[in-house]
């Protein structure tokens, strides 16, 4: 079983959506997550980290984590034409030792 | 925020060259960097953890006498990949880690290396 499972996509919504981005991991031991945005040719950035259970919310985007479930998901509000890249879950199973999900492609449409 | 800053962006180069790609921690000190390499539409690839001042640990698979990584200084990391083919193309992407569990991790605008 992988540590971490990530719906590939792609997704395409239109602009001004709510966008629901999905992971499950599989260690219950697991309390960094993390999710990264990447544009096409260029390096993961990072966007939201949380420890442990709960929500953190930043502006546009809020990341929420169910331990009890294993799922983490990120939520972007009113989307926009420059939200299009792909979003990488990220879940730190130790110091050093990052698992990434597979990455979702999303479009928003204008 | 962190930095980690790589170049070059792109190369390419003739098959049978080696091609070295540089990533620097501009301001932070990186005790720990990762390697990664990603094809298009899939998701990173670690290739090596390395840690300054020590031999880097390649994951299963990965050809450590092809893709020689060097941490010399707590800022910098090089990725040099010997006698490249044309399979040896795709983007490479370097991390830093901040400091360990729960610090982050930053990554390079990576390389995309295309070997002819």
Known sequence: ?110 | GAVVSQHPSWVICKSGTSVKIECRSLDFQATTMFWYRQFPKQSLMLMATSNEGSKATYEQGVEKDKFLINHASLTLSTLTVTSAHPEDSSFYICSGSLGGLGYGYTFGSGTRLTVV
Do not use: H
């Not at chain 1, 930043?58 to 989307?79: M, N």
């Open chain 1, 1 to 110: 079983q992988k540590e971490v499972e990530q719906d590939p996509g792609p997704l395409s919504v239109p602009e001004g959506a709510i966008v629901s981005l999905n992971c499950t991991y599989s260690n219950s031991a697991f309390q960094y997550f993390m999710w990264y945005r990447q544009y096409s040719r260029k390096g993961p950035e990072l966007l939201m980290y949380t420890y442990s259970s709960g929500n953190k919310e930043d502006g546009r985007f809020t990341a929420q984590v169910d331990k009890s479930s294993k799922y983490i998901s990120l939520f972007i509000r009113d989307s926009q034409p420059s939200d299009s890249a792909t979003y990488l879950c990220a879940i730190e199973g130790g110091a050093n030792n990052l698992f990434f999900g597979t990455g979702t492609r999303l479009t928003v449409i204008p």
